[in-house]
């Protein structure tokens, strides 16, 4: 079911938690509201819920306001950050609970939840009761639970915080294919960009209760609208450039102007795949150091460290890393491929001022 | 988990001497004091009150608590009791949920209230009845002129025990509910329940040991109380004597095999409250730990 917010706040005492925030959930989506913690998005979980009123603006659900709409005739599932499953309850009894209410008839209740636990693989574990479960198949449990009236949307609050890294990812495969089964309109709040990126058909990324952008989350890697959201979402290197005698300069770095004033600053912003590196010490332009080197699998992070003492961050297969014959404190040169001006004089510029630049990839001086 | 690491701990150093552990006299010394003390004032007054009670045979005893007085006694301690235990049940479940689930103004305020009772002397909250409704006090004329009576009667009576026995729910709900939060009620809410729902499926099942252990503390005081009862009875023999006045009566008037009879009677239901206040401590203890195995702490399985 379609989700829709129109311009809402939220202000609790002085502090206001999110701030005029407009936007749209498609039916049968799947969206990560995606931020730093304090940064609003379980507020705004929480009002399409019903659990929070805004203070202003409109939520509709299938272009319904439902403001006015209690948290129990809203029709939503809600998956808390700690689970709250019911401790004095057993398992099946945890995800009949929300039939009971409904008054289901007692046989329709059993088919119910004996289709749900099987599911949800938890055959066999009905009779048990939550803290004789795994922080996994509490989850589980919980997902059971809220999906067991047929709600018509599906909400949850960080839910792959509270469990350990192995299970995290099978738990969010596992979350993909269930609502690629079930394609109910889910949203999900999350701090972890990777598994917003990973999970999600769209990203709604907050910041300090401001919408910061939505997207795809290639779309919104690619052409981030601000330096936060490039921040949050992968790496970024930022430099702060001072204008002198024609070039824009940090130590030894230097980019083109791009019009700004002598004496004026700045700020360009660059992905790590956008550093090239070389053993051959003459092929680029700068030189560094290969300060350290973290092993992430298939990938490889690494941070160079310039003569001048600049730290980069770049990024380099396992086999390239190989294949360059790479190893931690050994000289290379580099260059910047590509990068984005983030802002000129301290004014943040607009995603089509700042678009990508491309530098030529021979080594000469601007 | 603490549990075992610090059995484990403790084997492995079970043939030397720890460096904290205190060589054997001072131990058997800490030990007879402790013993000593016991002894002298706590099993020695009991066991003197069954042997008083029976000086003169199991007849003369049982006999005694069936003398119409001390039945009367018997009636209005257990009025006094079935009245102020249920409404300060409820009352101890409304303001552990107000405190522990919602935040207002006056939050503070409300808890050291609810501890007043505690702490004033129930000889004061006696005399503040009698200030307020004896025949001198403010509401004293207003009463009489309507014909209510409500001190040196049964209300008073009732008045003084309910606020004796107020604190004792509340307080022994107010730390277990805070601990549970209010995350399960929330989700109740979420698939459709309403409050009254919530409260009688969720809440009440989750505190139900806590709650009667309040209310067996809660029994025990209401039954036994003397102060605040003895100022606002005015002793009327038949008609304002609680068990506890009863005692004292028979005493002064040196019937002391009745007076320990009744006593005996209390002492009796003193072990009984004793032995079940142990028992639910060890279920409440589960509870709590419970409420605080969140589902954070994933794998002990």
New interface residues.
């Given amino acids: 079911m379609s989700i829709e917010l129109r311009n809402i706040s939220k202000r609790f005492g002085d502090v206001a938690a999110v701030q005029n925030v407009s936007f749209k959930v498609a039916e049968g989506e799947l969206v990560a509201l995606l931020g730093p913690s304090g940064g609003g998005k379980t507020t705004v979980l929480r009002m399409i ?1 019903g ?1 929070e009123q805004p203070t202003e603006g409109d939520i509709l659900i299938r272009g319904q306001r439902v403001n006015d709409v209690s ?3 809203r029709n ?3 998956v ?1 950050q ?8 057993s398992v099946a009894d945890n995800i009949a ?2 039939l009971k ?2 008054k289901w008839p007692q046989a329709e209740i059993n088919d119910r939840v004996a289709e749900l636990l099987k599911l949800f693989g938890l055959d066999g574990l009905g009779k048990r009761f ?7 198949q ?2 589980r449990v919980a997902i059971a ?2 999906l067991a ?1 047929k709600p018509s949307v599906l909400l949850l609050d960080e839910p792959f915080g ?3 890294a192995k ?1 995290r990812q099978e738990l969010r495969d596992w979350l993909v294919h269930l609502h690629d089964e079930l394609s109910v309109t889910t949203v999900f709040v999350t701090h972890d960009q990777e598994e917003a990126m990973e999970v999600s058909n769209r990203i709604v990324i907050f910041s300090r209760g401001n919408l910061e952008q939505i997207g795809a989350p290639q779309e919104v890697y690619e052409r981030p609208s601000n330096e936060f959201v490039a921040r949050f979402i992968g790496v970024l290197n930022v430099l702060e450039l001072r204008v002198e005698h024609g070039v824009a300069r940090l130590h030894e770095l230097t980019f083109p102007t791009h019009g700004v004033a002598e004496g004026s600053n700045l700020r360009i912003g660059f992905r790590p795949y956008a550093v090239q590196i070389s053993p051959d010490l003459s092929e680029y332009r700068y030189r560094a150091t290969l300060k350290h080197v973290y092993f992430l699998g298939v990938q490889l992070r690494l941070e160079l460290e310039t003569p001048s003492g600049l730290t980069l961050r770049t990024r380099i297969t396992k086999d390239e890393f190989v294949r360059l014959g790479l190893a931690e404190d050994k000289e290379i040169s580099f260059q910047i491929r590509e990068y984005r001006v983030l802002s000129r004089d301290g004014f943040a510029l607009s995603p089509e001022v700042s678009a990508v630049h491309q530098l030529p990839s021979i080594a000469e001086n601007i | 988990m603490a549990g075992t690491t610090q059995k484990r701990w403790t084997s492995g150093q079970a043939k030397s001497r720890r460096g904290t552990e205190d060589p054997w006299y001072i131990r058997w010394i800490l030990i007879g004091v402790a013993a000593l003390f016991a002894g002298v004032f706590l099993i020695l007054p009991l066991a003197n009150v069954f042997g008083q009670a029976f000086a003169k045979g199991w007849q003369t005893a049982f006999g005694s608590l069936t003398d119409p007085d001390t039945i009367a006694a018997t009636k209005l301690t257990a009025l006094a009791t079935l009245i102020s235990v249920p409404l300060n049940t409820v009352f101890g479940v409304a303001a552990a949920w107000l405190i522990a689930k919602f935040e207002f103004r006056g939050k503070a305020v409300l808890t050291t209230l609810i501890d007043l009772p505690f702490s004033v002397s129930p000889v004061v909250t006696g005399l503040v009845y009698v200030l307020l409704f004896g025949l001198r006090g403010y509401f004293g004329p207003w009463l009489d002129r309507h014909d209510i009576q409500i001190i040196f009667a049964v209300p008073g009576i009732v008045l003084a025990t309910i606020f004796v026995t107020f604190p004792f729910v509340a307080r022994e709900l107010i730390p277990l509910m805070q601990a549970q939060g209010s ?2 009620e ?9 409050g009254w ?1 919530t409260f009688w ?2 809440t009440l ?2 505190i139900k040991w806590g709650l009667l252990y309040g209310v067996i503390l809660c029994t025990a005081r209401a039954v036994g109380e003397f102060g605040a009862v003895s100022v606002v009875s005015g002793h009327i023999t038949g008609i304002t004597d609680t068990l506890p006045l009863r005692i004292e009566k028979l005493d002064k008037e040196y019937n002391s095999v009745a007076a320990f009879s009744i006593a005996a009677l209390l002492a009796v239901l003193a072990l009984l409250t004793l032995g079940l206040k142990t028992w639910l401590e060890h279920r409440q203890q589960r509870e709590l730990d ?2 605080q ?4 702490s ?2 002990e ?1």
């Fill in positions: 819920a659990l948290v129990q005739k939503i599932g809600f808390f700690g689970y709250a499953l019911f401790k004095t309850m609970f929300g209410i409904k939550p803290h004789q479960l795994s922080g996994g509490r989850q639970r809220s009236p509270a469990v350990d299970i | 995350d399960q929330q989700a109740a809410l979420t698939l459709g329940a309403t729902q499926h969720v099942p989750s419970l409420a195995t969140s589902s954070d994933p794998d399985h």
